[in-house]
């Protein structure tokens, strides 16, 4: 019975503010022929604070989608998830980029000795728009992380605004920062994420410039 209580306690209280959620993407695909890798350094500033380290690996499918794989950890014991995104509305003009990503994601928190296991589906909506700046190139983004979630047998719904910017400096030609604020509308958290792109050529490999 104690046991069972704690771990009550622990999804009632703790599990809003742990999960990820986080974007770290415009709504723009990849280039065709090329790979991305991206790590995240997430920071939870609301109930249970921490920190997050997260890695990403996205490639381009067809025309208009590709697909993400992502893994950390952190406040969350693990986090692994799977996305399939599609860009139909491509950055033209004054008109923005759309996307939709979807996929299913599989997380573990920990509360004393206690273990829970979440289990989301997930849709992602996102806008963005880049504009060529003296100093390189500065994509505004927003989006709506949306999710079924499932743990330990109960279940909600999970939503969040989440608005970034990444920046791809003139000096570097594969690197690019990303930054990120994330704000709790319905069983989420609020956060600070700060992350690197880079960019990957098959043909030339893995280069930090």
């Known amino acids: 019975m104690k046991s069972f ?12 503010s742990m999960a990820y959620y986080s974007l770290m993407d415009t709504a ?3 280039e065709e022929g090329k790979y991305n890798a991206n790590v995240e350094t997430q920071f939870i500033t609301e109930g249970e604070s921490g920190m997050n380290l997260l890695g990403r690996f996205d490639s381009r499918l067809t025309e208009d989608t ?11 014991d693990f986090n692994f998830a799977g996305f399939f995104k599609w860009s139909p509305i491509p950055d033209l003009g004054k ?7 979807g996929g299913v994601s599989i997380a573990r928190y ?18 963005s728009k880049k504009f060529n700046m003296e100093f390189g190139d500065l994509t505004p983004y ?7 979630r499932t743990v330990e047998g109960e279940s909600d719904l999970v939503s969040q605004l989440t608005i970034g910017v990444q920046v791809k400096p003139n000096r570097f030609d594969y690197i690019s920062f990303v930054g990120e604020i994330g ?3 319905d069983n989420a958290f609020t956060f600070l994420s700060l992350g690197m792109n880079l ?10 410039q």
């Open 5 to 16: 209580f704690s771990l009550f306690i622990f999804l009632f209280l703790s599990v809003k």
């Open 28 to 30: 723009e695909l990849i």
């Open 66 to 76: 590709g697909y993400r794989i992502e893994a950390g950890f952190g406040v969350v």
């Open 95 to 101: 008109q923005p980029a759309m996307s939709l990503s």
């Open 110 to 127: 920990r509360f004393g000795n206690e273990t829970a296991n979440d289990l989301s589906l997930r849709v992602h909506p996102i806008i």
């Open 142 to 148: 927003a989006g709506l992380p949306l999710g079924f």
């Open 183 to 185: 704000f709790d509308i």
């Open 199 to 208: 960019s990957i050529d098959p043909d030339q490999g893995i280069r930090f």
